[in-house]
């Protein structure tokens, strides 16, 4: 009888065990065919996003498209690909490796796969002419050594910094041309036909390319620099302001449940932490560009540079500031409050001063002659009036036991919860002894778990530093230090936008003449536009 139930329930449970599997296995699927019928309207909805952030893109993809379109007739035009040949291919691989998003971009690659080209072309004809009258056992000793000491000496000019930041790309091109040439003429005979191939196919690429980069929409890189100042300026402007109010007003959590990303502080400053890289690479490209203002001057992008190497000091300060609303110390709401006004106005100013230099480089025109204003002078001068009208949070009397002890008694019993479970302390010494019983026990109890011990050392850091006096009121000071030296690094980056605005001839400020703009966000970082190289053909 026993046997028959144990069986019955076995099979019971084996059913409810294969309905399990098949209900998982629904719903396993459910959930796919509910992605996959997600997926057609995900990726329209990313490509729209793509081409409405900045219509430059669809753009460029269309120039791409047409200039392929035209060196591939090379190939499709029967009269064509007689005169050229397979070398036709050559046109082809230029286009898709030269052809950048900007103008500048694709001057610099285009020039230095042109001139590596024909470098390596010539080279090659006279090595081979030279190996070619001296015998065939000859002519593979001077051909391995020409491969060998050109080889060796156009790897180590790239080591070379000014040679590396420029033609980089041209020395690759010289040599992976001059090798496929050279070697090749050990055992072809025409070694002047495949020269001429293939450094006309080149320059029918080259060509193409940069009569669509300079002449149908150009995008130029100058262009893409100078817009990245005037967001890095209006980006620090809105960090510091937001900062401030985020201090005074908002909800300060040390722990930082807001993902850093989706803080609208840290967007402002980010793009200035991260473009040195973006501003030299914009800036060496920008540097090949032809003058194609209005007033024929030339771009001053060196001076771009130092404009950007300054506004990231400023933005270490903007960092430092925002760090401080992430602190697990902090000072209490209603201490704040005393200096809420005169920091609050201080931001405001240093905001309007950067919105300024912005604009000005926006509107390229000199900076008004009154960008540092008095309104920054008095409030700098009113905070300093506010801190000083309260001196005992700061340096605090010899004895303020009351606080001291409630941030002790709170400590410890959180560290008695912690360790205890549901029991507590019956009594807490709330005085400096308080720290040494703490001490005491730590040393008693060295026997015990080390997570016991890694849980106790956090609560006892606490305990030591809510006890100093002047506990409540140094988070601010350091707060309202960092907020001041905002102030003084301000100076430097108005010089640099001066001499920016006297190298580039902005026009002079006259008054009355200001253009108010909007500090929006723009559609896209200016660097996203520049896709990655993969190497060389």
Same mark, same amino acid.
């Given at each position: ?17 294969? #309905? ?13 065919? &509910? ?5 057609? #309207?995900?990726?329209?909805? +990313? ?13 460029? /993809? ?39 998003? +900007?103008?500048? /971009? ?10 590596? +080209? ?15 009258? %001296?015998?065939?056992? #000859?002519?593979?000793?001077? @051909? ?15 080591? @070379?910094?000014?040679?590396?930041? =420029? ?16 070697? %090749? ?15 006309? +196919? ?68 980010? !793009?200035?932490?991260?473009?040195? %890289?973006?501003? &030299? ?14 007033? #024929? ?50 931001? /405001? ?13 926006? =509107? ?13 002078? &008095?409030?700098?001068?009113?905070? =300093?009036? !506010? ?23 709170? /400590? ?50 606490? @305990? ?68 990655? %190289?993969?190497?060389?053909?």
């Amino acid at each position: 009888m026993v046997p028959k139930v144990y069986a019955g329930q076995e099979m019971a449970m084996e059913e409810n065990e294969n #309905c399990m599997v098949s209900g998982n296995w629904k719903k396993r699927v459910h959930v796919l065919g &509910e992605r996959m019928r997600r997926i057609p #309207c995900k990726a329209w909805h +990313t490509t729209w996003k793509v081409g409405r952030e900045d219509p430059r893109r669809v753009i460029h /993809a269309f120039k791409v498209g047409l200039s392929l379109t035209l060196v591939s007739m090379l190939y499709l035009l029967e009269p064509l690909f007689k005169g050229i040949g397979q070398s036709a291919i050559w046109a082809v691989m230029t286009v898709v490796v030269v052809l950048e998003f +900007t103008a500048g /971009a694709t001057l610099c690659k285009g020039l230095n796969r042109g001139l590596g +080209t024909l470098l390596a072309g010539l080279l090659a004809f006279l090595v081979g002419y030279i190996g070619h009258a %001296s015998g065939r056992v #000859c002519q593979a000793i001077i @051909i391995g050594a020409a491969v060998f000491f050109i080889g060796a000496l156009a790897t180590y000019m790239r080591f @070379i910094p000014y040679i590396k930041k =420029n033609y980089d790309y041209g020395l690759v091109i010289f040599l992976l041309t001059f090798n496929l040439i050279a070697v %090749s003429s050990y055992r072809v005979d025409n070694v002047l036909k495949i020269a001429h191939d293939r450094v006309y +196919t080149i320059a029918i690429g080259c060509a193409v390319c940069l009569l669509m980069s300079l002449l149908v929409f150009p995008n130029w890189s100058g262009e893409d620099l100078h817009n990245s100042t005037v967001y890095k300026l209006d980006g620090l402007a809105k960090s510091i302001e937001a900062c401030v109010n985020e201090y005074f007003y908002g909800e300060i959590e040390g722990t930082g449940n807001m993902k850093l990303s989706d803080d609208p502080i840290y967007k402002g400053y980010k !793009a200035v932490l991260d473009s040195k %890289s973006i501003d &030299e690479t914009l800036a060496l490209h920008a540097s090949w560009e032809p003058r194609h203002s209005r007033y #024929c001057h030339r771009f001053p992008w060196q001076q771009y540079v130092k404009v950007g190497a300054v506004l990231r000091q400023f933005g270490y300060t903007v960092v430092a500031l925002h760090g401080c609303l992430r602190t697990e110390i902090q000072t209490p709401r209603s201490v704040r409050a005393m200096f809420k006004d005169p920091c609050i106005r201080l931001a /405001a100013e240093v905001s309007k001063v950067l919105i300024e230099l912005s604009n000005s480089i926006r =509107n390229r025109r000199h900076c008004s002659p009154e960008i540092l204003s008095d309104h920054l002078h &008095e409030a700098l001068q009113d905070l =300093n009036t !506010a801190i000083k009208s309260q001196p005992r949070l700061f340096l605090g009397p010899k004895h303020r036991h009351s606080q001291a002890t409630n941030m002790l008694k709170i /400590a410890a019993e959180q560290v008695g919860q912690e360790r205890h479970g549901k029991s507590s302390l019956s009594s807490v010494k709330t005085d400096s002894s308080a720290l040494l019983e703490w001490k005491t026990k730590r040393v008693s109890t060295e026997q015990t778990k080390e997570s016991e011990r890694k849980s106790l050392r956090p609560q006892l850091s606490k @305990i030591a530093i809510t006890s100093l006096e002047f506990s409540e009121a140094l988070p601010f000071a350091a707060f309202a230090s960092l907020l001041v030296e905002t102030v003084a690094k301000l100076d430097l980056v108005i010089e640099e936008v001066e001499e920016l605005g006297r190298l580039a001839c902005f026009k002079e400020f006259i008054p009355g003449d200001e253009v108010v703009v909007t500090c929006d966000e723009p559609r896209v970082d200016v660097f996203q536009n520049h896709l990655p %190289s993969h190497g060389v053909d």
